[in-house]
């Protein structure tokens, strides 16, 4: 007998929130000296979205424009993110991370990810192998999810 929808819901927002910690927790031990964890979040945005414009990454931080502008200044002047003109609109700026971004990232990230082999590594080879099944059937769900969003937004 399966597992109904409402106790597949239950498990999720009882679990997710402490996977989420427990990889926030890593990465915010493992990122760049002296970053606050808004910028920290504002380069793992642009690593997924790299020439976004500012106010995509206002949104997603929930931060007005001005105070993202002054973000991003730091990390532009700490050499982490570059800023790039539109060649047919000067106004547009374009924001992404730079090499030097790209590699601490990857620090935090491998750090991280060896965090979690240590946590996973406990489980058998068939649980191992349900677990990723689980979250590809997760990734498929949440995907078409923000597929549906983004062409409701296109057609308001």
Do not use: W
Request: contains cysteine.
């Amino acid at each position: 007998m399966g597992s109904s929808p409402e106790e597949c819901a239950r498990e999720l927002m009882d679990v997710i929130p402490m996977v989420m910690h427990s990889i926030r927790s890593e990465m915010r031990s493992h990122r760049v000296a002296g970053l606050s964890v808004p910028q920290f979040r504002a380069m793992f945005y642009l690593r997924r979205h790299p020439g976004t414009p500012l106010v995509n990454v206002a949104e997603h931080l929930g931060l007005t424009p001005p105070s993202t502008s002054k973000l991003i200044d730091g990390l532009v002047a700490r050499e982490l993110v570059l800023r790039q003109g539109s060649g047919h609109d000067r106004r547009r700026i374009a924001l992404k991370l730079s090499a030097k971004g790209e590699q601490s990232l990857d620090v935090t990230d491998r750090a991280t990810q060896d965090n979690l082999l240590a946590k996973i590594k406990v489980l058998t080879p068939a649980e191992r192998e349900g677990l990723v099944q689980s979250l590809r059937l997760l990734k498929v769900a949440f995907s078409a999810e923000k597929a549906i969003g983004e062409k409701i937004q296109e057609s308001e």
